[in-house]
Nanobody
Framework: VQLQASGGGLVQAGGSLRLSCAASGRTFGNYAMGWFRQAPGKEREFVAAISVSGGSTYYADSVKGRFTIFRDNAKNTVYLQMNSLKPEDTAVYYC????????????????WGQGTLVTVSS
């Protein structure tokens, strides 16, 4: 699976952004998808994940209630809607894919996009 993330940018605190991750190469509907982020000097951390059907979603506590992950299997795309952004959300955001089941650990994902930078100013 090849993944292409987009949608990052500079936004003021309290604002919103929508990230997209377009997949190609294999059957998108066979893969659970996740979003992760990595801030400077920190380890990559789990943000959100979604099951193959889109029926189940999971969030890190730090983003619960502010971020929404959803997917469109007809368009081979997964999204991350980010609202009420905070300066601490500043990071490079990565989408990732793994076969069948979601997981919160980055090491369990097989395919990664190139990352898109989100900067939230105070």
């Amino acid at each position: 699976v090849q993944l292409q993330a987009s949608g990052g940018g500079l936004v003021q605190a309290g604002g919103s952004l929508r990230l997209s991750c377009a997949a190609s190469g294999r059957t998108f509907g066979n893969y659970a998808m996740g979003w992760f982020r990595q801030a400077p000097g920190k380890e990559r951390e789990f943000v959100a994940a979604i099951s193959v059907s889109g029926g189940s979603t999971y969030y890190a506590d730090s983003v619960k209630g502010r971020f929404t992950i959803f997917r469109d299997n007809a368009k081979n795309t997964v999204y991350l809607q980010m609202n009420s952004l905070k300066p601490e959300d500043t990071a490079v955001y990565y989408c990732a894919a793994r076969r069948l089941y979601t997981h919160y650990r980055p090491s369990t994902y097989d395919y990664w996009g190139q990352g898109t930078l989100v900067t939230v100013s105070s």
